[in-house]
């Protein structure tokens, strides 16, 4: 059985703690819209649904899952890597975007 710490856990819903939508008072839009929030709420979920299948995946390679070559599994890395940190990149500035 996997247990979590709890820096593990603050990791994993950090995001979804501090997240609190941004209106306005006056009948004007706001210049950060709702559907902009869930857009990055949505890459949020993304890049964390593709961090679990990265695991599921580099743990059944290394578990007995050899007909693989490890070359093939260094390239889903390097793709997962490019997605998470562009994913991550875009919510940090979508979320920073209302404080400047």
């Not at 649904?49 to 578990?63: A, I, P």
Request: hydrophobic share 50%; proline share 3%.
């Amino acid at each position: 059985m996997v247990k979590f710490s709890d820096q593990d856990a603050q990791h994993l819903a950090g995001p979804l703690r501090s997240f609190k939508p941004v209106r306005s008072n006056s009948a004007s839009v706001s210049h950060f819209p709702l559907a902009v929030e869930s857009f990055s709420s949505l890459l949020w979920f993304l890049n964390l649904g593709l961090e679990y299948v990265f695991l599921v995946v580099w743990r059944l390679f290394w578990s007995g899952w050899k007909r693989y070559s490890l070359s093939m599994l260094l390239d889903v890395q390097s793709l997962y890597g490019l997605i998470h940190f562009n994913t991550s990149a875009l919510f940090l500035m979508l979320h920073c975007s209302d404080k400047m």
